[in-house]
């Protein structure tokens, strides 16, 4: 054999590295919020939730005109009644990366004028 020790390490080596870069891929996906049509009077978050699938650490994107709404990450008592006064969060950059690290359903709402009430509000469920 021409080469045993060294071989082995390299290939370990290789070996770590692929499953490094699939664990990464697997862990990381970034959801754009509502899908093309963003964060939005107008759009359906219950069915754009439905439809789709949200794994702990993936980044929730919300694209949106800061002028014009923000997000805010609150209790499902607040989401229910949309009250605004009381966020776990808050953002306001009109292009939020909202992470949630562990499994669960989590609520997300618009704290801008009627904009709850009126549909701008989102539950993801988080999990495997
Ligand atoms: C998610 O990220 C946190 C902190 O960055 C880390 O401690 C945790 O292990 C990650 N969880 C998963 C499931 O990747
Ligand atoms: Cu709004």
Same mark, same amino acid.
């Given at each position: 054999?021409a080469?045993?020790?060294?071989?082995?390490?390299?290939?370990t080596?290789?070996?770590l590295?692929?499953?490094?870069?699939?664990?990464?891929?697997?862990?990381?996906?970034?959801?754009?919020?509502?899908?093309? =049509?963003?964060?939005?009077? !107008?759009?359906?978050?219950?069915?754009?939730?439905?439809?789709? =699938?949200?794994?702990?650490?993936?980044?929730?994107?919300?694209k949106?005109?800061?002028?014009l709404?923000?997000?805010?990450v609150v209790? =499902?008592a607040d989401?229910?009644?949309?009250k605004?006064?009381?966020?776990?969060?808050?953002?306001?950059? !009109?292009?939020d990366?909202?992470?949630?690290?562990?499994s669960g359903?989590?609520?997300?709402?618009?704290?801008i004028?009627?904009?709850?009430?009126?549909?701008?509000?989102?539950?993801?469920?988080?999990?495997?």
């Open positions: 054999m080469c045993q020790g060294r071989c082995n390490a390299v290939r080596v290789a070996v590295l692929c499953v490094m870069v699939l664990a990464e891929a697997a862990a990381a996906a970034v959801v754009n919020v509502g899908g093309t =049509k963003g964060w939005n009077l !107008g759009v359906n978050y219950q069915t754009w939730a439905s439809s789709t =699938k949200v794994r702990p650490n993936d980044s929730l994107f919300f949106y005109d800061p002028r709404h923000n997000v805010m209790s =499902k989401y229910d009644s949309c605004t006064t009381s966020p776990w969060s808050k953002h306001t950059s !009109g292009k990366s909202i992470k949630f690290t562990k359903t989590y609520y997300l709402i618009c704290g004028g009627t904009h709850c009430k009126a549909g701008m509000k989102v539950a993801v469920t988080v999990r495997w």
